[in-house]
């Protein structure tokens, strides 16, 4: 079955970097885009990026291009987001999520989140 | 961006009665390709969220057939045909055609 892993969130500064990471398995992962989606603490879902199966295409909110890079490394099966210059209201739970450019595979699997919390 | 407007954002239900939830878009979700790439989410508490529906109305596998899905253009909505008490939690729609993404607020379903 799919399974998506997030891990790498913290407690870190504003202005700091962290880089969290999804482990993908039970699917084709060079098969398939990933989307990374947030969700501020008792607040609604934010889509933040997607990068399509073979990373030639990447997608951002405005809120954070310049300051992330969504990637991914196809023969380690797993997913990245480089966060940098991060600020208070990056704070929020980070989804890897399965998708596609469109389809009926979009957003079909979510992992379980990891928190990052931007705090001085 | 587009944006997606819910309603009601609360919906108190009895158990076994039906409830329904709309959601709108501020510009056509027909995409090129002639699809519409609407999308409704669970989230229960505590948990990730789960999609149910895509494409306005297909049910996700295991999804229960009294979630249902309807519309079209700008104007979309999400049927539960007898509420269970497993249904509590909040629900997003969210396109899927234009860049970016966008969800809508979210509906918070609770028993009566």
């Known amino acids: 079955q799919v399974q998506l892993v997030e891990s790498g969130g913290g407690v870190v500064q504003p202005g700091e970097s962290l880089r969290l990471s999804c482990a993908a398995s039970?699917?084709?992962?060079?098969?398939?885009?990933m989307h990374w989606v947030r969700q501020a603490p008792g607040k609604g879902l934010e889509w933040v990026a997607f990068?399509?199966?073979?990373?030639?295409?990447?997608y951002y909110i405005d809120s954070i291009k310049g300051r992330f890079t969504i990637s991914r490394d196809n023969s380690k099966n797993t997913l990245y987001l480089q966060m940098s210059s991060l600020r208070v209201e990056d704070t929020a739970v980070y989804y890897c999520?399965?998708?596609?450019?469109?389809?009926?595979?979009?957003?079909?699997?979510w992992g379980q989140g990891t928190l990052v919390t931007v705090s001085s | 961006d587009v944006v997606m407007t819910q309603s009601p954002l609360s919906l108190p239900v009895t158990l076994g009665q039906p409830a329904s939830i709309s959601c709108r878009s501020s510009?056509?979700?027909?995409?090129?390709?002639?699809?519409?790439?609407l999308n409704w989410f669970q989230q229960r508490p505590g948990q990730s969220p789960r999609r149910l529906i895509y494409?306005?109305?297909n049910r996700d596998s295991g999804v229960p057939d009294r979630f249902s899905g309807s519309g079209s253009g700008t104007d979309f909505t999400l049927r539960i045909s007898r509420v269970e008490a497993e249904d509590v939690g909040v629900y997003f729609c969210?396109?899927?055609?234009?860049?970016?993404?966008?969800f809508g607020q979210g509906t918070k379903v609770e028993i009566e």
């Open positions: 999520v399965k998708g596609a450019l469109v389809g009926a595979s979009d957003f079909d699997h």
């Open positions: 039970g699917f084709t992962f060079s098969g398939f885009g």
């Open positions: 990068i399509r199966y073979d990373g030639s295409n990447k």
């Open positions: 510009q056509s979700l027909v995409h090129s390709d002639g699809s519409t790439y």
């Open positions: 494409k306005v109305s």
């Open positions: 969210m396109q899927a055609t234009h860049w970016p993404r966008t």
